[in-house]
């Protein structure tokens, strides 16, 4: 069984302060793990991937996340939030050869200007 | 890259209607398509997970003669939802993969489905 769990339900920064959406999750084997951001009224957008390697991943418009296995936790940081970067955020996973993803809950962020 | 296109984008139609929404991946072959529901504020539920040229896995729950999927090409997969109801209403999202285990999906942009 797989499972993801976003701690926080929405998240309240200031424009130009670092951003941080939590994630972890519980996988029996090792995950893929995603992060997918939503606008009102639209599809998930694809933001960022982990599959194997470097535990610091890039992704679009700034993102990034850190696998920590330990700690199973994929959270998703940006240095410097702007206001367009307010959404709704959703972290997934999938253990290595299951093709379904498991969603969190999703974390509104809002950036304040 | 990696574009799904899903349409319409929003529907309003009287009970008992059936409703097709489509969904097609623009510029890779979709081997796998997903189909979820979406409902106000909260995450996404699978509703449904197709495979070209072969038959649906609908998700526990989910009534097959209720939302019939078709996925009869790598670059498009349909869901109707038949005879309608009021209870349907809901935000319908589809997703696409290609193949390979660490594809990502990209999704479509929804479908606001709305029965009167």
């Known amino acids: 069984a797989q499972s993801v769990a976003q701690p926080e339900d929405q998240v309240n920064v200031a424009e130009g302060n670092p951003l941080t959406v939590k994630c972890t999750y519980s996988v029996s084997g090792n995950p893929y793990l995603f992060w997918y951001v939503q606008y009102p009224n639209r599809g998930l957008q694809f933001l960022l991937k982990y599959i194997t390697g470097d535990n610091l991943v890039k992704g679009s418009y700034g993102f990034e996340a850190e696998f920590n296995k330990s700690q199973t936790s994929f959270h998703l940081k940006k240095p410097s939030a702007l206001v367009s970067d307010s959404a709704l955020y959703f972290c997934a996973v999938r253990d290595v050869g299951d093709y379904k993803l498991s969603f969190g809950a999703g974390t509104t962020v809002t950036v304040r200007a | 890259g990696a574009v799904v296109s899903q349409h319409p984008s929003w529907v309003i139609c009287k009970s008992g209607t059936s409703v097709k929404i489509e969904c097609r991946s623009l510029?890779?072959?979709?081997?796998?398509m997903f189909w979820y529901r979406q409902f106000p504020k909260q995450s996404l539920m699978l509703m449904a997970t197709s495979n070209e040229g072969s038959k649906a896995t609908y998700e526990q729950g989910v009534e097959k003669d209720k939302f019939l999927i078709n996925h009869a090409s790598l670059t498009l997969s349909t869901l109707t939802v038949t005879s309608a109801h009021p209870e349907d209403s809901s935000f319908y999202i589809c997703?696409?993969?290609?193949?390979?285990?660490?594809?990502?999906?990209?999704f479509g942009d929804g479908t606001r489905l709305s029965i009167l």
């Open positions: 997703s696409a993969t290609s193949t390979g285990d660490n594809q990502p999906q990209h």
């Open positions: 510029d890779f072959q979709a081997t796998t």
